[in-house]
């Protein structure tokens, strides 16, 4: 009798131990966790160490990446970062709101972009939820009612009005005055930081502090944007001079001060990661990493080899980076995502991963993907999706001579296709289309569209039926430049 109540026992015990297994991984699903971003700026493709650099190094990220899934087809919504940042901050094409440039919304020329007021952004629906939320670092999509603790966030720390600061070195402040812009980029709430204390390194000691302060009462939303890689390009000078001696004739990756910038920006994220850790919040805190648009190959600043050009170009240098999401108990630690996953994404995922609801009628507009379930299970496929880009030029960029990487273009992406259409310029340019199947060319140097009209003619009528769609800006030579 024994000899078989035992075994039946034991069937039951074991039964019983994966219900309980099962009841604790979905009670640490269902529970709100916390979401730190972790936001680059002009960090490129391949500026990484396991992303592929020859100089920088990077064994914070490097680390994060193993514990964590990597997109190696991550990408931004636009190649500059102003329009880039309204994608994530909104959960839409950037062109969607009006965003195609520098310039006003559904312009060229102007102050810069301004959040839409009717817009909601990711700060505001978290809070929506329950959770406490807090900006650090850049912010650049909107000033005074459109600053971060007008549009959803309950701190704002160190954003500054303009693209990048003054210096990275305390005190944050310019020493030229008479140009609107050197006030503006001005930063301010730092002031405790002692004259020549690096601005990476402060924005990382902030949020530690943030951090720090989280009793756990309420889930926590931190919005992390570095202004490190941005120009200028200025690095700590024990770090530039270790890189000088580090190039080699055949390095791709040869400025040593941007190296310098990279890897300050890599101490960091570890800073980070670090207090999460002896906090006791990073078993329910999801980390995402990722940057605004892909790395400035102008003035030698970076490579983003193997694509082609950079920050600013719809070549894909210009829209590839790295796309790190470490969510505890649910992806698989070094892990990789073949899947395009693209800035605007995060909004509608973060909503996912938080069992938020958000505003049900901004929803209704959103245009990213809900990626949770390839964070699940990395091979799983999300529905084929166009991805549509408008470039048209800022004024802030515009210089003649011309070159590519400030042209104006209409860009689709479609299945292993992408159609750039490059519009008439005030320097008699009279346009173009290129034609690239990007899965067999990713350095795009095979402009195919002599060989395939018809692919040419489908994806165009696409990107017209997207405008249409989204009632995107219109491109008018004559109205942005005045013709000339």
Partial sequence: MNKIFLPILGLFFL?????????????????????????????????????????????????????????????????????????????????????????????????????????????????????TTAHIGKWHVGTNENSPENRGYDVDIASNQFCCPPSYFAPF????HGDYRDELANIQGLEEYPDGYNLTDALSMEAVKYIKSQKGDKPFFLNLAF??????????????????????????????????????LDDGVGRVLKAL?????????????????????????????????????????????????????????????????????????????????????????????DITPVLRKPDSKLDQREFHFLKYLSLIHYKIPIVDRNRCVETVIKGDWKLMEFLPMPDNYKGRFELYN????????????????EKVKELKASMERWKNRIDAPRYDMEKFYGGK
């Fill in 15 to 131: 039964v019983g131990c994966k219900d309980v297994k099962k009841e604790e991984k979905d009670q640490h699903e269902n529970k709100q966790p916390n979401i730190v971003f972790i936001l680059a700026d002009d960090l490129g493709n391949s500026d990484l160490g396991f992303t592929g650099s020859d100089l920088h190094q990077t064994p914070n990220l490097d680390k994060f990446a193993k514990e964590s899934m990597y997109f190696d087809h991550g990408m931004s919504a636009h190649p500059t970062c102003q329009p880039s940042r309204i994608g994530i901050q909104t959960g839409k094409f950037p062109a969607h709101v009006g965003a195609v440039s520098h310039g006003d919304l559904r312009k060229v020329a102007g102050t810069g972009n301004e959040l839409p007021k009717e817009e909601v952004t990711i700060g505001t629906a978290l809070k929506m939820s329950g959770y």
């Fill in 438 to 453: 990007i899965k067999k060319d990713p350095a795009e140097k095979n402009n195919l569209v002599s060989l395939n009209p």
């Fill in 173 to 176: 402040r310019t020493t030229v």
């Fill in 277 to 369: 850790k002896d906090s006791g919040l990073a078993d329910n805190t999801i980390v995402v990493f990722t940057s605004d648009n892909g790395g400035a190959k102008y003035a030698n600043i970076t490579d983003n080899y193997p694509l082609r050009d950079g920050k600013g170009s719809s070549y894909e240098g210009g829209y590839r980076v790295p796309v790190i999401v470490k969510w505890p108990g649910v992806t698989k630690p070094n892990s990789v995502s073949h899947e395009r996953v693209i800035g605007y994404d995060f909004y509608p995922t973060f909503l996912s991963m938080a069992h938020a609801e958000g505003d049900e009628k901004h929803n209704e507009g959103l245009d990213g993907y």
């Fill in 227 to 264: 202004y490190a890689v941005h120009t200028p390009i200025q690095g700590k000078k024990n770090l530039v001079n270790k890189y000088k001696k580090l190039i080699t004739p055949t390095s791709r990756h040869r400025n040593p001060t941007y190296a310098a910038m990279v890897e300050t």
